[in-house]
């Protein structure tokens, strides 16, 4: 074997990671009935249930491109359960956390994830950039995002509208808990504006986080 300078071997070893990030694109995880999961709601007389699984470690958080938990935001994954025979709609569900300091947070939208991601950290003393003494049209909150994040988080939110019957819709919902300490302790999710197939408003979801906090998996150590 021909002897590799180990300039040119460390050189490729960094391509081959940044290709392999570069690579790397997101994949929602696998989704299983709502009732499964550690935390979660369910209401047995609509047949309907919710579970709230936060991606609040590192090796789940793995699966974004996007640093969620270093711009302060923690995403939590949702999964509605629809085990009734009738299809339940979701055209004004809102989701809230709300944390034992009773701190009520609303999940953010995407340009509020654009605009988080898009801040770029200034000195203070830099030259202007528009000399003219006119202001200059306001750019998109999408500016600075590139678009395989901007995919990604279009990927990522939660976007259904219905449960049809018998089956699970997920996805993620984003909340700002920056200066938050320990924002899951002692707290709850709640989910309201879902409706039966009569227009109805369903009563509203409670999802306990300490559930999540408190859960060892079967054959675990405590």
């Known amino acids: 074997?021909?002897?590799?300078?180990?300039?040119?071997?460390?050189?490729?070893?960094?391509?081959?990671?940044?290709?392999?990030?570069?690579?790397?694109?997101?994949?929602?995880?696998?989704?299983?009935?709502?009732?499964?999961?550690?935390?979660?709601?369910?209401?047995?007389?609509?047949?309907?249930?919710?579970?709230?699984?936060?991606?609040?470690?590192a090796d789940k958080a793995a699966i974004f491109n996007e640093d969620y938990a270093d711009k302060g935001?923690?995403?939590?994954?949702?999964?509605?359960?629809?085990?009734?025979?009738?299809?339940?709609?979701?055209?004004?569900?809102?989701?809230?956390?709300?944390?034992?300091?009773?701190?009520?947070?609303?999940?953010?939208?995407?340009?509020?994830?654009y605009r988080r991601f898009s801040k770029v950290k200034r000195r203070g003393d830099e030259p202007s950039r528009n000399p003219l003494p006119i202001p200059l049209p306001g750019r998109g909150p999408n500016v600075g995002v590139?678009?395989?994040?901007?995919?990604?988080?279009?990927?990522?939110?939660?976007?259904?509208?219905a449960v049809a019957p018998h089956e699970n819709q997920a996805g993620f919902f984003f909340f700002d808990v920056s200066g938050i300490s320990q924002p899951l302790a002692g707290a709850r999710l709640y989910a309201t504006g879902i409706t039966n197939n009569d227009g109805q408003e369903l009563m509203y979801f409670e999802i306990p986080m300490e559930k999540y906090l408190g859960y060892t998996p079967p054959g675990t150590a405590k």
């Open 146 to 161: 590139n678009k395989k994040n901007r995919d990604e988080i279009d990927a990522a939110m939660f976007s259904a509208k």
């Open 73 to 113: 935001y923690l995403p939590i994954l949702l999964v509605i359960t629809n085990d009734s025979d009738q299809p339940i709609a979701l055209n004004n569900l809102k989701i809230q956390l709300i944390t034992k300091r009773r701190d009520k947070i609303t999940a953010a939208t995407e340009d509020d994830l």
């Open 1 to 57: 074997m021909p002897f590799v300078p180990r300039r040119i071997f460390l050189f490729s070893l960094l391509l081959a990671s940044l290709l392999a990030f570069a690579a790397k694109e997101f994949a929602m995880p696998n989704i299983f009935a709502a009732k499964t999961y550690p935390a979660h709601d369910d209401h047995p007389l609509e047949k309907i249930s919710i579970a709230a699984d936060p991606y609040d470690v």
